[in-house]
């Protein structure tokens, strides 16, 4: 059975720095996309950013281009969000995702499809 299990959200000030991680099992990680969303009350669904497998590289939504970084470690099988100059519109409960039943189901993301999602960690930023 395929577990995600995300930690590291917080309450900051804005212009601060959080580092949310997503433990993965249950799924051979290095050859999955992983992704990050987010959602605030009210909003619906958001993705933020995606890492490819191997050294593809990564894909980021325009909002949050340049101040946060995606990375994995497929030796831990985590997944990392590092979120820098956080801003009040960030707060949402963060999720991490991958694709877990195949490529007709879910949400088009960065080029990855994801249908499988953790229980999120909160990232609340007030001004």
């Known amino acids: 059975q395929v577990q995600l299990v995300e930690s590291g959200g917080d309450s900051v000030q804005a212009g601060g720095s959080l580092r949310l991680s997503c433990a993965a099992s249950?799924?051979?990680?290095?050859?999955?996309?992983m992704g990050w969303f987010r959602q605030a009350p009210g909003k619906e669904r958001e993705g933020v950013a995606v890492?490819?497998?191997?050294?593809?590289?990564?894909y980021y939504d325009n909002s949050v281009e340049g101040r946060f970084s995606i990375s994995r470690d497929n030796a831990k099988t985590t997944v990392y969000l590092q979120m820098n100059s956080l801003k009040p519109e960030d707060t949402a409960m963060y999720y991490c995702?991958?694709?877990?039943?195949?490529?007709?189901?879910?949400?088009?993301?960065?080029?990855?499809?994801?249908?499988?999602w953790g229980k999120g960690t909160q990232v609340t930023v007030s001004s």
């Open positions: 890492i490819y497998t191997g050294g593809g590289g990564a």
């Open positions: 995702s991958t694709n877990v039943y195949g490529p007709s189901a879910g949400t088009w993301f960065g080029n990855c499809r994801f249908n499988y």
């Open positions: 249950g799924l051979t990680f290095s050859s999955y996309c």
